[in-house]
């Protein structure tokens, strides 16, 4: 069963980092892209950021202003995004989700992350 | 960035309905087109890949069609767990973008 683990999501103050994992059990990490996808509250979806299979690309959503580092480990099946200067803004729950041919075909839970003072 | 716009915003039908939501791109993104379904509190799940192909498990009374600037995703005959809202989302360039979504509720 395919199956991708968020954590590391909370409560933080504006201008404070985060790191958030994503371990993914039940497919060969290695042979995926993936991406990580935030939700406002209330609020659409909003990708955020791509890592290719071996991460040798990386992509990201203008608004983060190069605030925010993806990056893998596919020795260890897991996934990670760092999260520095956070904004009210950033307050968002967090997926992390499986690239298939461009498409999300499985998701995680998701995480909550609060940015306030 | 390219931008999508979906229509309506927001929709009430009754179960049995056919319903029908427009995904339009600012600009030609061949078939690089995707539809999600979420319910509340739970992560989106995907239905529609490349504009017009069913995902595994997704019941038949989903399709998808379009290509280049306009898509469609259509409900044959809409069912109680139906209910919920629908995104569109471009893979063409490498920065991924949503639409807003579409609400379908129980008129």
Do not use: H
């Not at chain 1, 690309?57 to 099946?77: C, H, M, P, Q, V």
Request: a neutral charge.
């Amino acid at each position: 069963e395919v199956q991708l683990v968020e954590s590391g999501g909370g409560l933080v103050k504006p201008g404070g980092s985060l790191r958030l994992s994503c371990v993914v059990s039940g497919f060969t990490f290695s042979d995926y892209g993936i991406n990580w996808v935030r939700q406002a509250p209330g609020k659409g979806l909003e990708w955020v950021s791509s890592i290719s299979s071996s991460g040798s690309f990386i992509y990201y959503a203008d608004s983060l202003k190069g605030r925010f580092t993806i990056s893998r480990d596919n020795a260890e099946n897991s996934l990670y995004l760092q999260m520095n200067s956070l904004r009210v803004e950033d307050t968002a729950v967090y997926y992390c989700a499986r690239d298939d041919s461009g498409a999300n075909d499985y998701w995680g839970q998701g995480t909550l992350v609060t940015v306030s003072s | 960035d390219i931008q999508m716009t979906q229509s309506p915003s927001s929709l009430s039908a009754s179960v049995g309905d056919r319903v029908t939501i427009t995904c339009r791109a600012s600009q030609s993104i061949s078939s690089y087109l995707n539809w999600y379904q979420q319910k509340p509190g739970r992560a989106p799940k995907l239905l529609i890949y490349a504009a017009s192909s069913l995902q595994s498990g997704v019941p038949s009374r989903f399709s998808g069609s379009g290509s280049g600037t306009d898509f469609t995703l259509s409900i044959g005959s809409l069912q109680p767990e139906d209910f919920a809202t629908y995104y569109c989302q471009q893979s063409y360039s490498t920065r991924w973008t949503f639409g807003q979504g579409t609400k379908v509720d129980i008129k």
